[in-house]
């Protein structure tokens, strides 16, 4: 059963950058999407971007331009940065799996989800 | 706009059963996940694929497509569905994922 544990800063300022990271522990990097999920205070989810074991990644537009994914297979490491934040950026993030299935998608394990806090 | 459309909220009766919807244009080509969330805790998937039940969920939850529509019915609900229940499919106009604006499960 693989398990994701995530951790990074939580309190930032304004036009700072976000950095987080997720270490996966009980699976293969292999085979798999790894992303990036947000989702604002009382809101809903919001897909940041997916990187593949290869280090392909695939962003949200809206975020392009200032998201940053890279994994360590070495290390089962899995990082997320997005600079230059705002207030907007507030709330919990999550690192989980994207899994396929023959034709199906699917995230199947998240991580614990890690709040942070935009405030000057 | 948003790629898929879910109603923000819906209740049902102890024991009843409830139909949550997902509207969006790539739903015509690709089926939904479905992710149940209550409060506190990340996302758990409930079903994916066509109708496909991972591990440990329970048979009273069931998918449907049709057109541009995918549901999610819980049979039976029970107190513990009282959840947020999100949709997830491809972006209608990107290769990216994306997620409905989820729906509010009470039961009563």
């Known amino acids: 059963q693989v398990q994701l544990q995530q951790w990074g800063a939580g309190l930032l300022k304004p036009s700072e950058t976000l950095s987080l990271t997720c270490a996966v522990a009980?699976?293969?990097?292999?085979?798999?999407?790894w992303t990036w999920i947000r989702q604002p205070p009382g809101k809903g989810l919001v897909l940041i971007g997916e990187i593949n074991h290869s280090g392909r990644t695939n962003y949200n537009p809206t975020f392009m331009s200032r998201v940053t994914m890279s994994i360590d297979t070495s290390k089962n490491l899995l990082s997320l940065e997005l600079s230059s934040v705002t207030a907007a950026d507030a709330g919990v993030y999550y690192c989980a799996r994207g899994l396929v299935v023959v034709a199906d998608f699917y995230f199947d394990s998240w991580g614990q989800g890690t709040l942070v806090t935009v405030s000057s | 706009s948003s790629d898929l459309t879910q109603d923000p909220a819906v209740s049902v009766a102890l024991g009843q059963t409830v139909r949550i919807t997902c509207q969006g244009d790539s739903l015509r080509s690709y089926y939904a996940s479905w992710y149940q969330q209550k409060p506190g805790q990340a996302p758990v998937v409930v079903m994916y694929?066509?109708?496909k039940r991972p591990s440990g969920i329970p048979d009273r939850f069931s998918t449907f497509r049709s057109g541009y529509t995918a549901s999610l019915t819980i049979t039976g609900a029970q107190a513990e569905d009282e959840a947020d229940y999100y949709c997830s499919s491809r972006a209608s106009s990107g290769n990216h994922w994306v997620f409905g604006g989820g729906t509010k499960v009470t039961v009563l």
């Open positions: 694929g066509r109708n």
């Open positions: 009980g699976g293969s990097f292999s085979g798999f999407y």
